[in-house]
Structure formats: structure tokens, C-alpha cells
């Protein structure tokens, strides 16, 4: 069964401050993963996408990592914002069938001043 | 350029009921999914529309159901409506044909509420 996990479940920090929220997956055949932010109310939005081949990508003050042999994802915050508070969801899709990706619950974070 | 617009934004319903849930892709989109999303849970895949027709289905029972119009607009239909129903429902459609690299953008989603 292809499944997602995240961690931490929430984390708080102070504004300034840098963070690092995980993802595992067990997706199979592996695509792509993309990192998305969601703010409270609204759908998510997409901040990263990482392909097989990739092992970083950066998005302004996010910066994405997969490790594809041991199916580990990360996502870095560098000089966190009030407006970073949010939830981040990992999402996995798979190369075959519909493409139908698979969600992370997400990582709540919240940004103190 | 208009982004992914859902409506109703909040109902309320009680148990038994049916509702009708509204999404207008964003332009040039020809591929709408639905998910639900409950409170503290990531969302979870209810079906995808490619050009009017279901392509790909969740683990979700035949009481959702969907639609969509020849503008790639779409419909999500929920009968006989259970407690565990409430959630937010979100809408989401991506560029041209399927693909596993395709954006998904979302729209803001429905709360729904079934008391």
C-alpha cells in the first residue's frame, strides 16, 4: 500500500529561526514528490516538485531534498517568516495508472514573533 | 487568468441528506481531481475527471460521485450523507493531459458539515 508519512506532526518556532520538517514514503513505481503549502482555510500550493535524478531544489527561502534509495524527502526553511505558518503536506505520485498521488497528513508549523 | 473557484465555501447538512459540490477549473485546465480533507489529515484522493470522463477512482463508496461539464467544470455528489462526511472538500485541476508531473492547482475547498 503506498503510504506517506511526516514528521513531525507540529513544530513552533521563533520568527528568525530555521527549521527542517521530514517525509518517508513507500510509493512505488516513484515519479515525482512535491512539497505544498497550505495556509488555514485555503487549498495547498505547490513549493517544490523533486524528480528521481533530482537530490535538491530550492524555492527562495525553501530548499527540498529527496534521497530516492532510501525514500526520504526533507524540507528545509531558512529565516522563518510569520507568514510561514502553515501546514506542509508532502505528496508522492506514482509513474503508472492514473497518477493518483498520495498525501502526507502534514506538518503543522508555526512561527512565533 | 482565474484560478480554481469552488462553491458553495461552508454548508451545513444533516444525515441522510445529499449534496451537490461545484468547482470551475482553472483556464485551459481539462483535468479536475476531488479530494476530502479531514480536520489534522492530509487530503485523500476521491476520483479524477479527464475530458468528462472518470479517469482513476479512491477507496470511496459509489455514493460519491461526479461529474464533469464540456467546459471541464465539475460536480461532486455525496448521497445518503454520514457524520464521518464532514470535511473539507477540495477541488483541484492541472494543464492538458494526464501526467504524473502535471501541477495540480487548488481551489479554496467546501466545508462541509453533516450533523
Known amino acids: 500500500k503506498n503510504q506517506v508519512e511526516q514528521s513531525p506532526q507540529s513544530l513552533i518556532i521563533l520568527e528568525g529561526k530555521n527549521c527542517t520538517l521530514q517525509?518517508?514514503?513507500?510509493?512505488?513505481?516513484?515519479?515525482?514528490l512535491r512539497w505544498y503549502k497550505q495556509d488555514t482555510g485555503r487549498g495547498p500550493v505547490s513549493l517544490t516538485i523533486m524528480t528521481f535524478s533530482e537530490n535538491t531544489k530550492s524555492n527562495g527561502r525553501y530548499t527540498a531534498t529527496l534521497d530516492a534509495d532510501t525514500k526520504q524527502s526533507s524540507l528545509h526553511i531558512t529565516a522563518s517568516q510569520l507568514s510561514d505558518s502553515a501546514s506542509y503536506i508532502c505528496v508522492v505520485r506514482p509513474s503508472g495508472g492514473s497518477y493518483i498521488p498520495t498525501f502526507g497528513r502534514g506538518t503543522s508549523l508555526i512561527v512565533h514573533p | 487568468e482565474t484560478g480554481v473557484t469552488q462553491s458553495p465555501t461552508h454548508l451545513i447538512k444533516t444525515r441522510g441528506q445529499q449534496v451537490t459540490l461545484r468547482c470551475s477549473s482553472q483556464s485551459g485546465h481539462n483535468t479536475v481531481s476531488w479530494y476530502q480533507q479531514a480536520l489534522g489529515q492530509g487530503p485523500q484522493f476521491i476520483f479524477q475527471?479527464?475530458?468528462?470522463?472518470?479517469?482513476g477512482r479512491g477507496n470511496f463508496p459509489p455514493r460519491f460521485s461526479g461529474l464533469q461539464f464540456p467546459n471541464y467544470s465539475s460536480e461532486l455528489n455525496v448521497n445518503a450523507l454520514e457524520l464521518d462526511d464532514s470535511a473539507l472538500y477540495l477541488c483541484?485541476?492541472?494543464?492538458?493531459?494526464?501526467?504524473?508531473?502535471?501541477?495540480?492547482?487548488f481551489g479554496p475547498g467546501t466545508r462541509l458539515t453533516v450533523l
Open positions: 475527471y479527464y475530458r468528462e470522463e472518470e479517469n
Open positions: 517525509c518517508n514514503y513507500t510509493v512505488s513505481p516513484f515519479s515525482n
Open positions: 483541484a485541476s492541472s494543464f492538458a493531459r494526464v501526467s504524473s508531473y502535471n501541477e495540480q492547482f
